[in-house]
């Protein structure tokens, strides 16, 4: 079956550091992956997604995530965090050919001020 | 309104009693989810419509879980003789069409307390 692991559930940034989270997944084809946000206490909003067309996917709030088939990863990154960023992040995985959607465990996001 | 809304946001229940969870998708979505998000667990998925029918019913926790669709639009989610570890946020998902880069939408959840 397909699955995401996410390393790290929690991770702690200063702000205007840089965001690192990461998202490995486990397939010998490369699914469709997705990173989405969740703010206190609303749903999940999707961040970015991988559909193959690039490997680099820049998303919303400044986020980008980067697929790279050789480390089977695709992990999200932002240049400078703010404070608003804290936040929970889940990446997800649909296989090729497939309708359901996987989810890893989630990071949560802390900026220190 | 234009997104996936889920009812009720909050519940409270007593241990043994039965419960339903209801989700109304984004109008015209073929695809529906529900998943369970629970303290340090993530998104579990317990089952996902095309249409009217489930054709993965696997991440069902038990057979007090259950759930159908009616219409091709509202789902229900109902757990019979709930216990103290049903006790999570429900989540609802829509998407227009299935498979691919598809993005699911979420509602925001039924905090579901089982005391």
């Known amino acids: 079956a397909q699955s995401v692991t996410q390393l790290g559930s929690h991770v702690s940034v200063s702000e205007g550091a840089l965001v690192l989270l990461r998202c490995n997944y486990s397939?010998?084809?490369?699914?469709?992956l997705f990173w989405y946000v969740q703010y206190p206490n609303q749903g999940l909003q999707l961040l970015l997604k991988y559909t193959s067309a690039a490997t680099l996917v820049k998303g919303i709030n400044g986020f980008e995530a980067e697929f790279k088939k050789s480390e089977t990863s695709f992990h999200l990154t932002k240049p400078s965090a703010h404070m608003s960023d804290a936040a929970e992040y889940f990446c997800a995985v649909r296989a090729t050919g497939a309708n359901n959607l996987f989810f890893g465990t989630g990071t949560r996001l802390t900026v220190i001020p | 309104g234009a997104g996936v809304s889920q009812s009720p946001s909050n519940k409270v229940t007593e241990k043994g009693k039965d419960v339903e969870l209801r989700c109304d998708p984004i109008s015209g979505h073929t695809a529906l989810y529900w998943y369970r998000q629970s303290l340090g667990q993530g998104l579990e998925f317990l089952i996902y419509?095309?249409?009217?029918?489930?054709?993965?019913k696997s991440g069902l926790p038990s057979d007090r879980f259950s759930a159908e669709r009616t219409g091709g639009s509202v789902s229900t989610l109902t757990i019979q003789r709930t216990q103290q570890e049903d006790s999570a946020v429900y989540l609802c998902?829509?998407?227009?069409?299935?498979?691919?880069?598809?993005?699911?939408?979420f509602g925001q959840g039924t905090r579901l307390t089982v005391v």
């Open positions: 998902a829509s998407s227009l069409v299935f498979g691919g880069h598809t993005e699911a939408f």
């Open positions: 419509f095309q249409g009217n029918s489930a054709p993965d």
């Open positions: 397939s010998s084809v490369p699914p469709y």
